[in-house]
């Protein structure tokens, strides 16, 4: 093979060899740090930091369920009355925490915000914790009633002292129980416990059946 | 099947080829320009930008302090109440969710709903949330609030108090209101001076204090001359119930009726019939008179000589079937048509009616012993100088008053005129205070249906606005101090001293009926007509004077109250299917005879007034006349209603103010664009709206299951949805229309972009023009997404966006799709709609307190399109789910369904072999839209089946445009 001319312009390489060298590291570049932006998007979004998990927002009352659903046992029924009953589960009005609190430890500080929001007849506005997009239509009710336990997407309230989310509430989790939900039904009687057994294979036989599976279609949730 | 259409195929038609879109559809907005677009365009992507890194801000959640008395579900909790209908009562059920009313239903327990609504019932909630609706008391167009007026008021009251109420007038419209009569009666009592006087802008349904109460399902033969007894009516709801029972098959048998109409203007009612001719009310009156000689036994032939030959026809036909004395008849009039017609009609009714025309005392006000007359003598009364304070509830006689009568004027010459009133509209800004009125939905009040039934109305919300009921403005008015509505309207009900009136009371609440002390107590009025009296006679037809003018409410804005109602605007109208505006409905052979083709501006004259109005001609209408639409074109009536066509107001008068002979028409020159989303009048030949005579329907034989296809089936488990709508009774009404928009947060896209094809009605109706043209009639054609199981829209769209589930219901996934329209583009029933610019409400306007929570809102991009109310058949199932069983048929409405007056659609599982829609489709008459397609769809149609005499008209190939 004849040595290339370098004379011979049309034996000449069109780029020296630094500019060749250059374009071919920036496309290494490129890729990597495409690549490397694709991935942090995407953990950024999967991320608890993206979706609050493990967040407590600031309450105007430092509200503890480890303390009311935990300690004291009480059900959470007693609050987040309309849960068997409507699509949002209620939050409690001012006049339910009076139920205890015109008697007990009304005069604490802590309860300042509820004694005042009942004075004055003004609702307390809480932060919330756990939220699902505007397209979303999601039902209480009927997930409780087909023995899903609040637990499942709540996490171990009971044993927060402060209220976080527990779950991102991502389509992946809403789609990966509604592809397979028997796994995740619990009894009848250990929906509301604060940590619910899983049902032997015994007991899974008598859980709440589905007329229909049409819990994939798109307007399951989305309508 | 052997189905086949009447349709016709006009050369003076071209149907509309090439653009699938119309005109302009892929324009831009014409006030944004190229270089505004590009700007818009960088900042939101900008801002989409950062939005997109944002976390999801944190909401706030607000309980109750103190939860409500009775804790509904947060879901929705269902008010019964009526709504008030020229001064009647409508039964409604109105939901509430997080103390927001969204939507109205029909309570199935209310004699004059029947469960049933219509399209103005529907968007009647639309208005509670409007924005121009007067926000405060106005003193000379200044702010001010009640309690000055009421001090103000303190001044005038002992004056007048003094003199007995000398000088004092009350204008109100005729009501059936027992408090507000109680009220007013009061008020006369007090001060017999003062004056009571009641303006409508319409026609009345009493004649010398009796109203008619017709039953349509037991006669076999109607004869409808002008009226309008299924839309415009009182009582329309409860008569099209039962009239449709007589028009539709039940397990593949008929019952039919034989309907006759002779009508000036094409009618809803009158569009019923088998056979129906366009008639002046003078050439209604010979045709009558030709029917009386015939019926009362004279030759056929001399009878009917002078007729023509579709006229004799009806005369024969008619006479023919009532001569067969098995059968009964019924005759109903036009509150337009003068008094002989009536009497006509009474001779009628006793000699053939049997029990389904009655007559019953009068129930409205328009009677009333204690009042003084109408808007004329009020303005007699001013101009006499005996009026210094004027009080004017509700009516808005500044722009319903006819011609000749100058209320502008008559009202500056009132010392003291008030008005109460929903808007600050033409009347308020006349006068010197403009109180705000509050809607039906936020107060107290009662009112009687037009058989008599007396319900409470129940306040759903607070008011807006600082409004008070008119029953609460005349208690103040007379006694200077205030007093709730709730408390007046307990008074009217509770009779002496009743310990179980609470019991009662809360009964009533629930059902939305007063029933035990409901019937007002009048003496029955004895029979005007006796089953032997003869017919009387009309007078001749007078030589042409020229051309006929007439005035009716129009379908949409009825007398012009709902003008500001946006949903009512882009309803596109029954028979022309124009859209926010009205036209000078013509004659096709006037309109030839001055050459004017659609569009064309003509001008009207009469000694006092002249109208200048764009015309549409109107297949069906009279010879030599032309109609005009009352309601629109007002002037004060909020933004939405300001300068939408023409008031026929202004040339309203004469001895009969429904009809005018002596108006100068003449062409201008001038042209305007009208909008109208149906530029199509025939079917073109094809088979879309079907119909079958009573002969054809027996030889019938079910439609065949659809061929072979290459996909592979759908499983059929667990639910299988599927429609089913009866061309036989829709009548045309849109109810359908609105219930789906308000069900659904569908926008309004205003004018100019209906203008362009972009409208985003879910269901519409389409209208075909059909059979003789002497003698048209027209078929309408609900057509909502056909849920194809081989649906075209699917397989084209690139990122899955619509799918099928597996229900067979084709989802609509708004957050998938990307507006690249290839579904639309491939449906073949054209019932996708594409939100081309953003169509939602400015943020912070009141009219998102209307929205369905159950239903996302979309945006700009996005596809949409019915989705047989998935959100409905959702909370079905949870229901059903709940307490494990399946969903029963019946439980499950759609919006369209629920609120169909002549339940014409019928939805429900295909699973289920006893369902009623799986019944409905086992009809012989049952057919697929564009079937040879192989779509399959789930939605089919039930041919319309007409009596056999009917199916004799020529059907002449001629032009309907």
């Known amino acids: 093979m004849e040595p290339a001319d370098n004379r011979d312009p049309f034996r000449r390489p069109l780029f020296t060899a630094r500019a060749t060298h250059a374009v071919r590291l920036a496309l290494v570049g490129l890729v990597l740090v495409t690549t490397t932006a694709g991935v942090s998007v995407y953990h950024y979004y999967h991320s608890p930091y993206w979706s609050r998990v493990g967040l407590a927002p600031d309450q105007p009352v430092l509200f503890s369920h480890r303390h009311h659903a935990g300690e004291l046992r009480i059900d959470c029924r007693f609050c987040h009355t309309s849960v068997e009953t409507s699509a949002s589960a209620g939050m409690p009005s001012t006049q339910t925490c009076l139920t205890c609190h015109s008697q007990l430890f009304h005069d604490a500080p802590m309860l300042a915000p509820v004694m005042a929001s009942a004075e004055k007849n003004r609702p307390l506005a809480w932060s919330r914790v756990n939220t699902l997009p505007d397209h979303v239509h999601f039902n209480h009710s009927i997930h409780v009633a087909k023995g899903i336990a609040c637990a499942s997407c709540h996490g171990e309230v009971a044993d927060m002292a402060l209220t976080a989310k527990a779950r991102a509430l991502s389509m992946r989790e809403c789609i990966a129980c509604h592809r397979d939900p028997a796994p995740q039904q619990v009894a009848a009687g250990d929906v509301f416990s604060a940590h619910p057994a899983r049902p032997d294979a015994a007991a899974r036989l008598r859980l709440p059946a589905l007329h229909a599976r049409p819990l994939t279609n798109c307007s399951t949730c989305h309508h | ?961």
């Open chain 2, 1 to 961: 099947m052997s189905a086949h259409c009447h349709s016709s195929t006009p050369p003076a038609f071209p149907p509309r080829k090439g653009n699938e879109f119309l005109p302009g559809a892929s324009h831009w907005p014409a006030d944004l320009s190229r270089r505004e677009f590009l700007q818009l365009m960088g900042a939101s992507l900008a801002l989409a930008g950062l939005a997109g890194c944002g976390r999801p801000s944190s909401e706030k959640i607000v309980p109750y302090v103190r939860p409500p008395e009775m804790t509904p579900s947060p879901d929705a909790a269902w008010y019964a109440t009526a709504m008030p209908w020229q001064g009647y009562a409508r039964g409604v059920l109105a939901k509430s969710i997080h103390g927001r009313p969204i939507k109205l239903e029909g309570n199935p327990d209310h004699p004059e709903s029947l469960g049933a609504t219509d399209a103005i019932t529907q968007a009647a909630i639309l208005s509670l949330y409007d924005p121009d609706r007067s926000p405060a008391p106005l003193r000379d167009a200044q702010v001010s609030s009640w309690e000055i007026f009421e001090r103000e008021w303190l001044v005038r009251h002992s004056d007048l108090a003094a003199r007995k109420g000398a000088g004092f007038a009350l204008l109100t419209e005729p009501t059936t209101s027992p408090t507000l009569l109680r009220e007013i009666h009061a008020l006369l009592d007090a001060w017999p001076e003062a004056r009571w006087f009641q303006h409508t802008a319409l026609p009345r349904y009493d004649r010398d204090g009796t109203q008619d109460d017709f039953d349509f399902s037991a006669p076999d033969i109607i004869l409808s001359l002008g009226a309008d007894s299924f839309y415009q009516h009182p009582a329309a709801l409860r008569h099209i119930r039962a009239f449709a029972s007589r028009r539709r098959s039940e397990n593949n048998a008929l019952r039919l009726n034989h309907v006759f109409a002779l009508e000036p203007t094409l009618s809803l009612t009158g569009n019923q019939a088998d056979l129906r001719l366009g008639l002046t009310p003078a050439r209604i009156g010979v045709v009558l008179n030709a029917l009386s000689r015939a019926l009362e036994g004279d030759d056929l032939d001399s009878a009917t000589a002078a007729l023509s030959e579709i006229e004799r026809r009806l005369v024969r036909e008619c006479s023919a079937l009532l001569r067969e004395n098995s059968r009964s008849a019924l005759c109903v009039v036009g509150p337009e048509l003068p008094g002989e017609f009536h009497a006509w009609a009474d001779a009628f009714n006793a000699r053939f009616a049997r029990d389904a025309a009655k007559k019953k005392p009068a129930l409205r006000s328009d009677g009333d012993q204690r009042a003084s007359g109408g808007l004329g003598a009020l303005i007699e009364e001013i101009e006499a100088g005996r009026v210094s304070n004027l009080c004017i509830l509700g009516a808005n006689p500044a722009y319903t008053a006819p011609a000749g009568l100058d209320v502008a004027g008559a009202l500056r010459r009132v010392a003291f005129p008030v008005h109460l009133g929903e808007y600050v509209d033409e009347t308020a800004r006349e006068c010197a205070w403009h109180l705000p009125e509050a809607h039906f939905l936020e107060t107290w009040s009662d009112l009687r249906a037009y058989s008599g039934t007396a319900t409470v109305l129940q306040p759903l919300v607070e008011p807006r606005h600082a409004g008070r009921s008119a029953a609460e403005f005349i208690h103040t008015l007379r006694t200077g101090e205030s007093r709730s509505a709730y408390d007046l309207v307990r008074e009217t009900w509770r009779a002496g001293n009743d310990s179980d009136f609470e019991t009662r009371w809360h009964g009533w609440l629930d059902r939305g009926v007063i029933d035990a002390v409901s019937a007002p107590r009048t003496r029955t009025p004895s029979p005007t007509a006796t089953a032997t009296a003869s017919f009387p006679r009309f007078p001749g037809e007078m030589a042409p004077r020229g051309v006929t003018v007439l005035f009716r409410a129009s379908a949409n804005l009825h007398d012009g109250r709902w003008a500001n109602n946006a949903w009512l605007q882009e309803l596109p109208q029954p028979f022309t299917a124009l859209v926010w505006e009205n036209a000078a409905l013509i004659d096709a052979g006037l309109a030839a005879r001055l050459s004017l083709k659609n569009g064309d501006v003509i001008s009207l004259e009469t000694s006092d007034a002249r109208l200048e109005a764009p015309v549409w001609i109107l297949p069906g209408q009279a010879p030599e006349t032309i109609t005009l639409p009352l309601g629109y074109g007002r002037t004060h009536g909020g933004g939405v209603a300001n300068a939408r066509g023409f008031s026929a107001y202004i040339l309203l008068g004469g001895s009969n103010p429904w009809q005018r002979d002596d108006v100068r028409v003449r062409r201008i020159g001038k042209s305007a664009t009208l909008v109208c989303t149906q530029g199509h009048f025939t079917m073109e030949g094809r088979d879309l709206a079907r119909s079958l005579t009573a002969s054809e329907f027996a030889k019938a034989k079910r439609e065949e299951d659809p061929a072979v296809t290459l996909f592979p089936a759908w499983a059929r488990e667990g639910y299988a949805w599927g429609m089913s709508i009866d061309l036989g009774t829709c009548f045309g009404c849109n109810a359908c229309v609105i219930a789906c928009q308000a069900e659904n947060n569908i926008p309004v896209v205003g004018r100019e972009q209906v203008a362009r094809g972009r409208e985003m009605h879910w269901i519409r109706i389409d209208r075909y023009f059909d059979g003789d043209p002497a003698a048209p009639r027209v078929l309408h054609q609900p057509i909502p997404c056909m849920h194809c199981e081989n649906a075209p829209c699917e397989v084209v769209c690139p990122v899955g966006a619509t799918v099928h589930t597996s229900e067979g219901v084709n989802d609509m996934v708004y957050n998938r799709c990307i507006g690249t329209r290839y579904c639309s583009n491939n449906c073949p029933y054209k019932v996708r709609r594409f939100n081309f610019l953003d169509y939602r409400a400015p943020e912070g306007s009141p009219v998102y307190l209307q929205s369905n929570p159950d239903v996302t809102v979309r945006e700009r991009g996005v596809m949409e399109k019915c989705t047989y109310c998935t959100q409905r058949i959702n909370a079905a199932r949870i229901t059903a789910e709940k307490e494990n069983r399946r969903i029963r048929d019946g439980e499950l409405r759609t919006a369209c369904q629920q609120v169909c007056p002549t339940e014409a659609i019928v939805f429900g599982d295909l699973n289920d072999p006893s369902s009623h829609v799986t019944q409905r489709k086992q009809e012989r008459s049952s057919y697929r839209l564009l079937g040879e397609l192989n779509t399959r769809p789930r939605t089919t149609y039930l041919a319309k089946i007409v009596p056999d005499s009917a199916g004799e008209s020529p059907r002449a190939q001629e032009s309907f445009a």
